[in-house]
């Protein structure tokens, strides 16, 4: 069974690669508390994955070394992996979602491991995984139902616990529940009234679910921006570790987790993956009562591919009500174009781009559909826009 002391030989381990992240304050996170963020995403290979991984592989034989290591993960276990199987001259073999980002299946590539991408999500590169490990007789490395796995991520607990002593709660990201564990268990055994969160994605609720059924399930399928914690069902040893040290699970919208990746980005100038954004996310939309709270909120990793950032910093303008777009029905006549425009700069916002349709269906034959994209405010300057329109006889579609 997992021991504190086990986490606190897992720290003394990962010394030798791991760093101590900082945990800085994020004070527009959330008003009605204290908010501070605990930065894993700026660890060594951009996630809390390494910790776990280091840990496993240091405690193998000489002769489970020798015959190498299988794991599978969608991108960052990946790479701690890779990295701790690198440092002990380890062949590895990992198998990752062929819908994982770019960067990840590139970046374990560069730690010197064998890739194999598998179709489908994490469940089904575990299964081939475990396919592997039968052929060849390598050492699983799981990602996160393991209890060296445990120990090592737990000394993010330890971290949490010893920067900020007066610590009143701790949101952690769920996939298969690995992280969770190791922070619930190193937080509730030296510091049992402190809350411990856990935060899902709305489109993978594998935790979640599994907790109200009172027994690890599996979910159909799984779809979110979070790829890090698109996780089908949880593990027998996390999912009794979340049950019996964790104080609430909860989901947070794909817009929700959107609206956090930019808000660090801007706020706080940090780069969150979508699975390590979501503990904001449950902050900053009151998902948990954290008011008068002093909070951590844990960002587990960073690794997001750059074509997906550019998407989410886009969905989260709109969430924020700072990107939106209109469609009105004009007449089709020289200067109801300037007339829109003009009422539009007036009211302080930006006109991105504009496009007329005269073929649209349902329209006049003399008259046209003008689309207008436009940079905002928030959502109270959107209605502003849409009042002065409507109060100068134009016609909004949608």
Do not use: W
Not at 240 to 257: A, G, K, L, N, P
């Amino acid at each position: 069974m997992l021991t504190i002391d086990k986490i606190y030989d897992a720290s003394k381990v990962l010394k030798e690669v791991a760093l101590q992240t900082e945990i800085i304050q994020a004070q527009k996170i959330n008003p009605e508390s204290e908010v501070y963020l605990k930065t894993e995403n700026l660890q060594v290979t951009g996630s809390f994955k390494v910790r776990g991984a280091y840990y496993k592989i240091h405690n193998l034989t000489a002769e489970e070394k020798a015959r190498g290591v299988i794991a599978c993960s969608a991108g960052n276990h990946a790479q701690g992996v890779a990295l701790a199987a690198a440092k002990g001259n380890i062949d590895a073999v990992i198998c990752i979602p062929s819908g994982a980002p770019i960067s990840k299946v590139e970046a374990t590539r560069r730690y010197g491991a064998n890739v194999e991408l598998v179709d489908g999500v994490y469940d089904d590169a575990y299964r081939r995984a475990c396919e592997i490990q039968a052929e060849t007789g390598r050492v699983f490395i799981h990602p996160f139902n393991d209890e060296d796995i445990i120990a090592g991520q737990g000394t993010i607990g330890l971290e949490i616990v010893n920067q900020m002593p007066d610590v009143d709660a701790v949101l952690v990201p769920i996939g298969g529940g690995g992280l969770i564990s190791g922070v619930a268990f190193a937080i509730k055994s030296l510091f049992p009234k402190c809350k411990v969160y856990g935060a899902q994605a709305e489109g993978a609720p594998s935790m979640l679910g599994s907790l109200k059924s009172g027994a690890p399930v599996e979910l159909p399928s799984v779809s979110t921006v979070a790829d890090g914690i698109a996780v089908k069902k949880p593990g027998d040893i996390t999912f009794q570790m979340v049950h019996d040290y964790v104080d609430e699970v909860v989901t947070v919208s794909e817009d929700e987790i959107a609206t956090a990746i930019l808000a660090l980005i801007e706020h706080q100038k940090l780069i969150a993956e979508g699975a390590g954004a979501v503990t904001v996310a449950a902050a900053m939309f009151n998902k948990v009562d954290i008011r008068g709270m002093k909070t951590v909120c844990l960002i587990s990793g960073g690794n997001i591919d750059v074509n997906i950032l550019s998407r989410v910093i886009t969905r989260g303008l709109v969430k924020e009500g700072r990107s939106a777009s209109l469609t009105l029905s004009l007449t089709d006549k020289p200067g109801e174009l300037l007339k829109v425009s003009s009422i539009i700069s007036a009211t302080g916002a930006n006109i991105l781009g504009v496009n007329h349709n005269r073929s649209a269906l349902g329209t006049a034959i003399t008259a046209c559909e003008l689309q207008v994209s436009m940079e905002t405010r928030d959502h109270e300057h959107v209605a502003e826009i849409r009042r002065a329109l409507t109060e100068a006889g134009f016609q909004i579609v949608h």
